[in-house]
C-alpha cells in the first residue's frame, strides 16, 4: 500500500510538468478519443488534478462541449444565493438529443402505473449524475469533466451503445459557492512542490470552509426541507425526470480508503423504504463498482458508517421515488497532496477513484436498464396500492396562521404530493379543522412514501446508532395541527395548486386611530422590522383582548401589535402607505380601528401596551463556533425578516464596544477566550443575550447566570466489563441525535407571544439538559413529564429530557438573558419554534 501510494505521489509531480497526459491515468486503457473535442487539461490549460476548478471555469468547458458535440445540451436551472449558475449538461445520442422532450413525457408517464406502459425495449435509462454537494470534497466536480469528455469524445461502441440507451444528466457542481470558497483557498495555498503536511495551511481551511453554501448550509440535509435556493431549484428539475438513477458524491478524512453502498443493512437504512432497492438494486450495482476498483487496486468498504435513513440525503431522496440513489465516499488529500502518516494521498488519485465508479454507474445503469425502468413503475403502483389498503388521509391547517399553513402546503407541492380541500369540518386527533383554513392528503398516491416522511412520527428503529438525525416529521417541525382520518369518510375534491396559494390579503382600510397587527402570523416579524426601521411607533400588547374592527369583531391575542395612527413622527398618509406596503410584501394582515375601546380585555391605550425597540442585534462567529447554527440565524433573519445581523469574529471580541449593540446572540462553540465580565455588565446595563446549546452550558457554568444544568445520576460498577468492539455502539447509543418531544410553553410571556396553544413540539438534538430552577416565571418552557414525540432516545437521556427546561429566561439588572436548550431555527425548517426566538430578539429586552 505505501508503495502504491509513493507512485500515486511521484505521479503527482510528473503530472504538473506535463510528462504524462490524463487519459493514461484517468481513463481504462485502450480509449480513443475524437480529437476534435478538447480534452478538459486542453481547454485548461493544466492537467486535471494539477489545480482545483472553479466553477465558471467548469461550465464553461461544460458550455464548450455543448457548443462542439450533437450529442451534448447545457441548461441553467437556477442560480445560487451569490449568483452562479447551477447548470446541467445532457448527453445522449443525437437521436435522443433531437426528441429529448418526448422522450422526458414518454419516460414520466411509464412511472405512472395510471397510463398505459411504454417500451422498455425503446425507452433510454434518465442517469443524474450529480457531483460534489459538500463545496469542499472537491474531487467529484474534477471528476464530471473527464466524464462528460469520456461520454461525447470517446470513440468506443460501448460508449455509443450508452449513449442510445441512456439520458445522463451531469451536474458538475451542487454546490458552487461552496466549492468556490474552496478552491480559492487550496489554489491560494498550494505549494510549488506541493506540500504534504497535514498542518499546512493549504490543508486547513478558514472558518466557516468550503463544506457549506453561502449561507452555511449543508445541502445534503436539504433535500426534504427545501430551504435553501440551490435545492428547490435542483428538486424542481428532478421531478421533471424522475431519474432512475442518482449519484451522491463525497469526501472523507484521509485516512480512510473508499466507500460504496450497500451500507449498513436495516440500521443504516430507510425503513419505509422497499427491501428492492438495497437487497437487489444495490448489490447488482455494488459487483459494477467493486470491479471497477479491483482493476485499479484501490481499497474501498462496504456496509458500515454511513446513513441512508434520512429523507433529506441525496443519496435517499431517490429511494422515495422509485429510483435508486447511491453515496460515494472517497478519502480525501483536502488540497493537492496530503500526508496521512506513513502514506500520501493525491487529488490525482481520489478523481480516478470516483471516475471509475462514475463508469460503472454509467455501464451498470444501462446494462440493467430494463430492471431500472419497471422497478420504477412497479415501486408507484405498489406505494398507491398500499397507501389505499391503509385508508389514510392526513388533514393539516391552522387558522391562526394561514402565512405558516401557505408555507407548509408549497413545501408539499414542491415534492409533488397531491392536496385537496376540505369541503366540512373535521376533528382529528384532538384538532378541529375548518374549511378555507385546512387541506387534506390522501397517502394513496404515488408520492405515499413521501407523505409518510413528512408526517409520521417515527418511533420504531433497527439500531440506535444515527449518522444523522433520527426524525424528520415536517408536520412537527413547522408545529403544523395535523391528524388522520379514514379515507372512506372523506370525499376528495378539488386538488390545490400553486395557484391556490397566492396570498389574498387586502389592503388595510384607511384609519384616523390606529392599526392592529395579530402577531402569531409568520411573517409579523419581517412586518415589526420594517415598521421599527422606518420610525414607526409600535407597541405591543401584554394582554388579550376583543375589539371592533373594520371588518368586524375580532380577537388578538398576547404580542399584537398596535400602531396608534396619530401617536408618530409620520404624518398619517405616510403610515398608511408604509402598512399598505408592508402588508402586501410581507403577507401580513393589518386591521383598521375606528376607536381605542375593546369589547373584552385591555383598551388600546392600556399601560399592558409596551413600546417596541429596533434592535441592533451582533452574532458571535469564528473558528470554533457552530457554523451551521450561525448560518441558520443569518440565513432565517436575512430571508424570513428581511433584517440585518452583524457577524463578528469572536477573535475581535475584545475590540467590541458592547454597548452599541442591543442583542448578542452566541450559538453552539468554544468561547474560552472570551471575557465573561464584559458580557456580565453589558447585560447588567440592559442588553439582552441569547444562547442556545452549548453556549447555554457555557453561561451556566461560568456563572453568568443562576441556571443550572440537570445531569443523571452516575451509576458506575467498578466490575463491569464489555468488549471493546462494542464501544462505538455504546457511545453512539448515547448521543442525542435528534429527535422530538411535547413542551408546555407560557404562552403569557413576551417569549411565548403568537402562540395559542400551551403544547409545542420541540426538536432536540442535544445534551444540554436544562433544570426549570425555583423562579416560577423564569420557566418559560418545559418538556412535559411524558414528552417523547419521535425519533430515536436512549431511556437515561429521556429521563433527563423529561421535565427539563427547554427555554428560560432571567433578568440581570437592566438586562436578561434567554437561554434555549437546544436549536429553535435547526436547518431554518423549525417553524413551530422560529417564532420564540424572534420574540427573544424583539421583546427579551421587555422581561421584567
Do not use: C
Not at 723 to 730: I, K, L, Q, V
Amino acid at each position: 500500500m505505501r508503495i502504491r501510494f509513493l507512485l500515486f505521489s511521484i505521479f503527482f509531480i510528473a503530472l504538473t510538468n506535463n510528462i504524462f497526459s490524463q487519459t493514461d491515468y484517468y481513463f481504462p486503457d485502450d480509449l480513443e478519443f475524437d480529437e476534435n473535442i478538447p480534452s478538459p487539461s486542453e481547454f485548461m490549460g493544466y492537467e486535471i488534478g494539477e489545480w482545483h476548478t472553479r466553477h465558471a471555469r467548469l461550465v464553461n468547458y461544460m458550455e464548450k462541449l455543448a457548443e462542439l458535440s450533437p450529442k451534448a445540451q447545457i441548461q441553467t436551472i437556477g442560480y445560487t444565493h451569490e449568483k452562479r449558475p447551477q447548470i446541467i449538461l445532457t448527453i445522449t445520442s443525437e437521436e435522443n438529443l433531437d426528441n429529448l422532450e418526448n422522450i422526458r413525457k414518454k419516460h414520466l408517464k411509464n412511472a405512472d402505473p395510471q397510463n398505459e406502459r411504454g417500451n422498455i425495449n425503446e425507452m433510454p435509462v434518465i442517469v443524474h449524475l450529480g457531483y460534489n454537494v459538500h463545496g469542499n470534497e472537491p474531487s467529484s466536480s474534477e471528476v464530471s469533466m473527464l466524464v462528460a469528455y469520456y461520454l461525447v469524445a470517446a470513440k468506443n461502441p460501448e460508449v455509443n451503445e450508452y449513449l442510445k440507451n441512456g439520458i445522463f444528466h451531469i451536474e458538475p457542481t451542487l454546490n458552487p459557492d461552496g466549492r468556490d470558497r474552496h478552491t480559492t483557498w487550496v489554489n491560494s495555498n498550494k505549494g510549488n512542490p506541493p506540500v504534504a503536511d497535514p498542518w499546512d495551511r493549504e490543508h486547513n481551511e478558514s472558518w466557516p470552509s468550503g463544506r457549506t453554501n453561502h449561507y452555511w448550509f449543508d445541502l445534503n440535509r436539504d433535500w426534504l426541507p427545501l430551504t435553501q435556493i440551490e435545492s428547490r431549484n435542483r428538486v424542481n428539475f428532478y421531478h421533471k425526470w424522475l431519474p432512475n438513477m442518482v449519484t451522491d458524491y463525497h469526501e472523507m478524512g484521509s485516512a480512510s480508503t473508499y466507500f460504496f453502498e450497500p451500507t449498513k443493512q436495516f440500521g443504516s437504512e430507510n425503513p419505509i423504504v422497499p427491501r428492492f432497492n438495497y437487497d437487489t438494486l444495490n448489490a447488482i450495482f455494488a459487483k459494477y463498482h467493486q470491479e471497477s476498483l479491483d482493476e485499479i487496486g484501490s481499497l474501498y468498504f462496504t456496509g458500515e458508517r454511513f446513513d441512508n435513513s434520512y429523507p433529506g440525503y441525496g443519496s435517499t431522496y431517490p429511494d422515495l421515488h422509485g429510483g435508486l440513489g447511491i453515496v460515494f465516499e472517497q478519502a480525501s488529500s483536502r488540497g493537492h497532496v496530503q500526508s496521512t502518516g506513513s502514506e500520501n494521498i493525491t487529488f490525482p488519485f481520489s478523481i480516478r477513484n470516483h471516475l471509475r465508479t462514475s463508469l460503472a454507474t454509467i455501464k451498470a445503469s444501462v446494462e440493467n436498464k430494463e430492471l431500472l425502468l419497471n422497478w420504477q413503475r412497479k415501486f408507484f403502483k405498489d406505494v398507491s396500492a398500499e397507501g389505499s389498503r391503509q385508508q389514510k388521509v392526513h388533514v393539516y391547517g391552522d387558522k391562526d396562521k394561514p402565512g405558516l399553513t401557505r408555507k407548509f402546503t408549497k413545501l408539499l407541492l414542491d415534492h409533488q404530493i397531491k392536496i385537496y380541500e376540505l369541503n366540512n369540518e373535521v376533528t382529528a386527533d384532538g384538532n378541529k379543522f375548518e374549511p378555507g383554513s385546512s387541506y387534506l392528503v390522501p397517502e394513496a398516491q404515488a408520492q405515499n412514501l413521501m407523505v409518510k416522511s413528512i408526517f409520521d412520527k417515527v418511533s420504531k428503529f433497527a439500531d440506535s446508532v444515527f449518522y444523522d438525525t433520527s426524525a424528520w416529521s415536517m408536520a412537527l417541525a413547522y408545529g403544523m395541527p395535523h391528524g388522520t382520518v379514514s379515507s372512506r369518510k372523506i370525499n376528495l375534491n378539488k386538488e390545490v395548486s400553486e395557484e391556490n396559494l397566492e396570498n389574498s390579503i387586502k389592503a388595510p382600510e384607511r384609519s384616523k386611530y390606529a392599526y392592529l397587527i395579530d402577531w402569531a402570523q409568520l411573517k409579523a416579524p419581517a412586518m415589526l422590522y420594517k415598521l421599527l426601521k422606518n420610525d414607526v411607533n409600535v407597541k405591543v400588547a401584554f394582554s388579550p383582548f376583543s375589539i371592533q374592527t373594520a371588518e368586524g369583531s375580532q380577537e388578538f391575542g398576547y404580542g399584537s401589535l398596535m400602531v396608534s395612527a396619530v401617536d408618530q413622527p409620520l404624518k398619517q398618509e405616510r403610515l398608511y402607505e408604509l402598512l399598505s406596503r408592508f402588508s402586501e410584501k410581507t403577507g401580513v394582515k393589518v386591521n383598521s380601528v375606528v376607536s381605542g375601546r375593546s369589547a373584552r380585555g385591555i383598551d388600546l391605550g392600556s399601560p399592558n401596551f409596551k413600546n417596541v425597540e429596533l434592535p441592533n442585534v451582533m452574532m458571535l462567529t469564528g473558528d470554533g463556533i457552530s457554523g451551521y447554527e450561525a448560518g441558520e440565524i443569518w440565513f432565517t433573519l436575512d430571508t424570513y425578516v428581511d433584517m440585518p445581523v452583524t457577524k463578528v469574529d469572536k477573535r475581535y471580541f475584545d475590540r467590541i464596544d458592547l454597548n452599541d449593540y442591543d442583542v448578542l446572540i452566541m450559538v453552539s462553540g468554544n468561547y474560552s477566550e472570551i471575557d465573561k465580565e464584559s458580557i456580565a455588565n453589558w447585560v447588567k446595563n440592559g442588553g439582552v443575550l441569547i444562547t442556545q446549546r452549548t453556549a447555554s452550558e457555557w453561561i451556566i457554568k461560568n456563572d453568568l447566570v443562576k441556571s443550572e444544568l440537570k445531569a443523571g445520576e452516575k451509576k458506575e460498577d467498578s466490575t463491569a466489563r464489555m468488549n471493546y468492539a462494542r464501544s462505538d455502539d455504546y457511545y453512539g447509543s448515547r448521543a442525542v441525535g435528534g429527535s422530538f418531544y411535547e413542551a408546555d410553553l407560557d404562552i403569557t410571556h413576551p417569549l411565548g407571544f403568537g402562540y395559542s396553544s400551551r403544547t409545542l413540539p420541540v426538536y432536540k438534538n442535544s445534551a444540554v439538559f436544562l433544570k426549570p430552577g425555583t423562579n416560577p416565571f423564569n420557566k418559560v418552557m418545559v418538556f412535559k413529564n411524558e414528552p417523547y414525540l419521535s425519533g430515536y432516545i436512549h431511556p437515561e437521556n429521556l429521563e433527563l429530557i423529561k421535565n427539563s427546561a427547554a427555554l428560560l429566561a432571567e433578568k440581570k439588572g437592566k438586562g436578561a438573558v434567554i437561554m434555549f436548550s437546544d436549536d429553535p431555527n435547526f436547518r431554518a425548517m423549525m417553524f413551530g419554534t422560529h417564532k420564540l426566538f424572534m420574540n427573544a430578539l424583539f421583546f427579551g429586552s421587555m422581561i421584567f
